[in-house]
């Protein structure tokens, strides 16, 4: 069974441009969190979604957003970008909303905001 | 409200020893525990997982980790270190229900280096 993939692996983008990021995951996973790591921060959950609704929102600015699709698929829109932003964005997949939350994840897409 | 403490923000240690990477963990109710490992540029992969099964989990890779949750702690251990175990580790912890759903929390990272 193939992993979660996440499109494009690298990106570039200067300060003030909007950026979008997909992610497939795992065929009959139906829940996708978003997380950025930065060496600051470490970790930080973006938000999840589950059957084309965002369940549940990480302490971000309205800049980020993202969308579910119908075959679970699911991008993540950054607008305004800011030097910030430059970060490793990595996408989780989990079967259902279910117990234990176990997520698997994707390689990453790393931004670059120059 | 949830939250995860690694001690040791780097461990060293010499190939066939111990390695112990520590977690603490602090959370409102029962608590489900993960490690993962991050190898250089790739995503996170899942080591073991505490879902309150038995205490003493065993992962991937001759992993294993002990919930102890009278000292609120999920340390990771493996009794020979190997060079390929050189990476990022990450301890993390999720809850059940309501707005926890689909979140994970987690610590900072231990970056575990193996010398010869």
């Known amino acids: 069974k193939a992993g979660v993939t996440q499109t494009p692996r690298y990106l570039i983008k200067t300060r003030g441009q909007q950026v979008t990021l997909s992610c497939s995951p795992i065929s009959g996973h139906r829940s996708v969190s978003w997380y950025q790591q930065t060496p600051g921060q470490g970790l930080q959950f973006l938000f999840e979604y589950f059957s084309e609704t965002q369940r549940n929102k990480g302490n971000f600015p309205g800049r980020f957003s993202g969308r579910q699709f119908s075959n679970s698929r699911s991008e993540m829109n950054v607008s305004t970008l800011e030097l910030g932003d430059s970060a490793l964005y990595l996408c989780?997949?989990?079967?259902?909303?279910?117990?234990?939350?176990?997520?698997?994840f994707g390689p990453g897409t790393r931004l670059t905001v120059l | 409200a949830q939250s995860v403490t690694q001690l040791g923000s780097h461990v060293s240690v010499s190939e066939g020893a111990l390695v112990l990477l520590r977690c603490n963990y602090s959370s409102s109710v029962p608590p489900y525990l993960f490690w993962y490992v991050q190898y250089p540029n790739q995503g996170l992969q899942l080591l073991l997982k505490?879902?309150?099964?038995?205490?003493l989990v065993k992962g991937i890779n001759g992993f294993e980790a002990e919930f102890k949750k009278s000292e609120t702690s999920f340390h990771l251990t493996k009794p020979s270190a190997h060079m390929s175990d050189a990476a990022e580790y990450f301890c993390a912890v999720s809850e059940s229900g309501g707005t926890s759903y689909g979140k994970l929390t987690f610590g900072q990272g231990t970056i575990l280096t193996v010398h010869p």
């Open positions: 989780a997949s989990s079967r259902d909303r279910g117990t234990y939350n176990e997520q698997f």
């Open positions: 505490y879902t309150s099964a038995a205490t």
